[in-house]
Structure formats: structure tokens, C-alpha cells
């Protein structure tokens, strides 16, 4: 009896031990399944979070930000601080561009160059003169400005430019306007070139974004995204900010301006990965 008892024993141990066990999983499993549910609200949360703009997560890197949305007067207020506002014409009424609240922006309103003299003027030298390198983009609509049209986009004189060479004067049946842009950044000796031929240009609005990571010594440039070609700074790499202000849109005295809408102008103090392009090309807050 006693060896049975002791086995009755051992059978209520087991089954208490089975129970324990059952009761622990079940109670994991439940944790788990919280757990998951938990992680997918954190990578909502985050999936919230990459659209949140880069210069906003990081505030400090800020060193123009120009939305545009003014939709009149002639002063594009930097929301970056300090701000260094961006004056239409540079002062001059005719050669001020002319305020769109259309489609044609990528975040209405947004500023039309007329092609001819139209111009953006920075009221002071943007500092990009740092060891972290910059980053400069914006959006911008190609109106047809026709064969032989060239024009700098934006422009900081010898420190860093882009320019565009139109190169068709044909809009295709698809509508789209073929043009070639260039990216040209002058570390210290030294002139890099990055261009894009290539790109055939819809009549809506395209990111276009240029950085200079500083530790690479590498100058990229990306159009809606996509890398089109670096360059590498061969000798020291430093950048040279000649403290010259930011010219937008056009360079006077030299060339025509361009001819279309550009909006949400950003000037970063610093490169930024091709994760950070992604953030910066696909999220804003309007
Ligand atoms: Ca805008």
C-alpha cells in the first residue's frame, strides 16, 4: 500500500508539476502575444516617427528651412533659428518671383521663377563651413524652358552650386520636360562634379538633394530619392565656405534663372545617410 500510495503520490506531483508547467505557457504565451501587440504599436508609433522631417527630429542641423507658405509679401521667413530669411528679387520688384497656390508646388503656395532674371537672396551667409558636412534640397517644378536654357538653381558662390542645362526643348506626349542637372561643390583645391543627363522630368513637382558627407569626403546627389552619382574629394576634403550669401532660383549677372515653382527650400548642417534622403524626400509637415 505504501508503494502505492507513494505512486498516487508522484502521479498528483506530476499533474501539479503538468499544471504548473500548462499554466506558465499559457501565461507567456499571453505575454507574448501582449508583447507583440505592443511592438506593432512601437513601430506604428515609429512609422509616425519617419515622417517626422529629419530637421525637425534634429533641430540643431537646421540652418535654412524656407516653406514658402508665405503666399505673399517678399520675404521667405527662415523657421529655423538663428533665421536667415530669403528675400524675393533681392530687394529689386522685377526680379522678384511671383507667388503659385496650385498643384504645381509640392506643398502650396510656392514661389514661379519666370525664367528670365527671378531670383531668391538670402539676407545673410548661411554657414555650412562645418566638419559634418551640409545638406541642400528642395522641390522643384520644370516648366519647357526650352533648348540651350541654363540656369543655377541654387547657388553659394565657390563653395557650392546647382545648375541645370536644359537639354530638350521638346515637352514629350507624356508631358515631361527632359533637363540635365549638376551638382558642383568645391572642397579646399578641388572641384567635384556630380551630373544627371538622364532624368526626364514630369510636369509635376521632383526632390532634388545634395550632400557632402565630410568624413567620406564624398558629395552625392539624389533625384526623388534615387542616387544619382557621387564624387570623391581627392585631397583634404575641407570645405570652403566663402561666406557668401545663398542665391536661389538664379544668379544675376550671369545666367538665366530657372523657369518653374520651387518649394520647401532646406539648407542641413551636416551629410545625411541614404535612410535620412528617404526621410527628407518623402516626409514634411505642412
Ligand atoms: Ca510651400
Redesign the pocket.
Given at each position: 500500500m505504501k508503494r502505492g500510495q507513494g505512486a498516487f503520490e508522484y502521479v498528483l506531483l506530476m499533474a501539479g508539476v503538468l499544471l504548473i508547467v500548462v499554466l506558465s505557457v499559457a501565461v507567456f504565451r499571453g505575454l507574448s502575444g501582449k508583447s507583440l501587440v505592443q511592438i506593432r504599436e512601437n513601430v506604428e508609433t515609429v512609422g509616425r516617427f519617419v515622417c517626422y522631417p529629419l530637421y525637425l527630429k534634429e533641430p540643431s542641423i537646421g540652418e535654412i528651412v524656407?516653406?514658402?507658405?508665405e503666399n505673399g509679401g517678399n520675404i521667405l521667413h527662415d523657421e529655423t533659428i538663428p533665421r536667415i530669411n530669403g528675400l524675393l528679387g533681392d530687394g529689386e520688384a522685377s526680379r522678384m518671383p511671383t507667388w503659385r497656390n496650385t498643384a504645381e508646388?509640392?506643398?502650396?503656395?510656392?514661389?514661379r521663377f519666370d525664367g528670365l532674371d527671378d531670383i531668391v537672396v538670402s539676407e545673410s551667409s548661411p554657414n555650412v563651413s562645418g566638419a559634418n558636412g551640409f545638406t541642400y534640397e528642395f522641390?522643384v517644378l520644370f516648366e519647357d524652358m526650352g533648348s540651350g536654357h541654363t540656369a543655377y538653381i541654387a547657388n553659394k558662390v565657390s563653395t557650392f552650386n546647382i545648375f541645370i542645362r536644359q537639354t530638350d526643348i521638346a515637352i514629350t506626349p507624356q508631358g515631361s520636360v527632359p533637363a540635365g542637372v549638376e551638382f558642383h561643390f568645391f572642397p579646399q583645391g578641388e572641384a567635384l562634379t556630380v551630373s544627371d543627363p538622364e532624368t526626364v522630368y514630369t510636369l509635376t513637382p521632383h526632390h532634388i538633394l545634395v550632400t557632402y558627407d565630410a568624413g567620406t569626403k564624398t558629395a552625392r546627389l539624389y533625384i526623388d530619392g534615387r542616387l544619382i552619382g557621387e564624387d570623391t574629394a581627392s585631397g583634404t576634403g575641407a570645405i570652403v565656405d566663402t561666406g557668401t550669401r545663398l542665391y536661389v532660383g538664379g544668379f544675376p549677372g550671369l545666367d538665366l534663372s530657372v523657369q518653374g515653382m520651387i518649394?520647401?527650400v532646406r539648407l542641413l548642417t551636416r551629410g545625411v545617410n541614404e535612410e535620412e534622403v528617404q526621410d527628407l524626400f518623402q516626409c514634411t509637415v505642412?
Open positions: 524656407w516653406k514658402m507658405n508646388c509640392k506643398y502650396p503656395p510656392c514661389l522641390w518649394d520647401e505642412t
